[in-house]
């Protein structure tokens, strides 16, 4: 079946240094999403990219989509605590329109 | 955006009794989903709850164990039956509000701990 894989599956930094995190699907997606979710907390929605080779930002955020649609990355500038957190890609997957498929999610912890 | 109200936020079972996990969302959608997410692990679909219909299960998930309803747009069950240990988990309800390829809304969770 299709598979959502993210490396690295933790990441520990200073405060200040940047952060990425990325993700692959093994066919193609219609969609990514990501996800953050804070110790404790549920996952809530950061963006979704759709079309190939897409990025978009978000203050300190950048989020890429592959041009193949299959590999995706969001990259943190500058961390700060309130970062911390469980970065979640989530696949759609171009077959169906019926499942979304979340990777295993990287574990960022910041370093004050 | 939709606001989910999930409870109960947490619960200490003994095995063999059944917990019913409740969804309320603050307006009808169409979409509704019941994740489990183990400690430190992804979140896993379990099934896909339909109104008016039988709930659609994912592989390595059976109506037995998991039965659902969907009595309208805006609320669902999930029951975990006949609980071991093993079940011991995060259960997540996640709406959709315009289809798949659009952000999902998860609630608040519901951290089971079976004893």
């Known amino acids: 079946g299709q598979q959502v894989m993210q490396i690295p599956q933790y990441q520990h930094v200073q405060e200040g240094e940047d952060f990425t995190t990325y993700c692959n699907s093994s066919t193609t997606l219609s969609n990514i999403q990501w996800y953050k979710q804070r110790p404790g907390g549920h996952p809530v929605f950061l963006i979704q990219?759709?079309?190939?080779?897409e990025v978009k930002k978000q203050k300190r955020l950048t989020f890429q989509f592959g041009e193949a649609k299959k590999n995706s990355s969001l990259h943190i500038t500058a961390t700060q605590t309130t970062d911390v957190g469980t970065y979640f890609c989530?696949?759609?997957?171009?077959?169906?329109?019926?499942?979304?498929?979340f990777g295993p999610g990287t574990s960022l912890s910041v370093i004050p | 955006s939709a606001v989910i109200s999930q409870k109960p936020s947490r619960d200490i079972c003994q095995r063999g009794t059944s917990l019913t996990i409740q969804c309320q969302v603050d307006s009808q959608v169409t979409m509704m989903f019941w994740y489990r997410q183990q400690p430190g692990q992804s979140l896993t679909l379990i099934a896909t709850a339909n109104q008016g219909s039988e709930a659609t299960y994912e592989s390595g998930f059976v109506i037995d164990k998991f039965p659902i309803s969907r009595p309208n747009l805006t609320f669902s069950t999930l029951t975990v039956s006949n609980m071991s240990p093993e079940d011991s988990s995060i259960y997540l309800c996640s709406v959709c509000l315009q289809g798949m390829n659009t952000e999902a809304f998860f609630g608040q969770g519901t951290r089971l701990t079976v004893v």
């Open positions: 990219l759709v079309k190939s080779g």
């Open positions: 989530a696949g759609l997957r171009s077959t169906s329109y019926d499942k979304v498929i």
